[in-house]
């Protein structure tokens, strides 16, 4: 049976400094990602998200009437954002999957609805994969604050779009 209280035990368990782990913990921003993610990926990925299945994923989301045009403003932020290399390695850290290199050297006008969800969809997996395996420290999460915030509104989309669909089906 585990003693340690759960910031002890939680920064134990990532590696991290135990003030960090508090401060992480007591950052709203922080807590609504990790919540949003935990109802995003059965909601919409069928209970567990891979990179290689998002292409998929992305589709049934826009063959099923989800309508990105209100994110507009977040998929430029990202589609701008990671037209700088450093940022965009800085995102993938070494991974291929998924691939948004091709979304970034269209213009945003050029992008399908479809192309858009994944693109927005990718970089919330990213984000997603990086907190969740470490390549990013829990110190380095508040300098990445907008970029969360913006995820976890188009997370807050995505399962309302999908626990409405449920609802009509």
Not at 47 to 64: E, N
Not at 66 to 80: A, R, V
Request: charged share 30%.
């Amino acid at each position: 049976m585990c003693t340690l209280d759960f910031d002890t035990w939680f920064a134990d368990h990532l590696g991290e400094r135990p003030e960090e782990v508090t401060r992480l913990l007591d950052d709203k921003t922080a807590v609504r990602f990790l919540i949003a993610w935990s109802l995003l990926e059965p909601k919409c990925f069928g209970g567990f998200a891979r990179g290689k299945d998002l292409p998929s994923h992305c589709q049934r989301l826009t063959d099923g009437g989800f309508d990105p045009g209100p994110l507009n403003p977040i998929i430029k932020h990202f589609h701008s954002r990671y037209q700088c290399e450093e940022r965009h390695l800085d995102l993938m850290r070494g991974n291929t999957k998924p691939d948004i290199k091709p979304l970034l050297e269209k213009s945003l006008d050029e992008l399908s609805n479809c192309e858009k969800v994944f693109l927005i969809v990718s970089v919330i997996f990213r984000y997603r994969n990086n907190i969740f395996h470490g390549l990013k420290s829990v110190e380095s999460w508040p300098q990445y604050e907008r970029q969360i915030k913006y995820c976890v509104q188009i997370m807050q989309s995505l399962i309302t779009h999908a626990t409405e669909r449920e609802k009509s089906v």
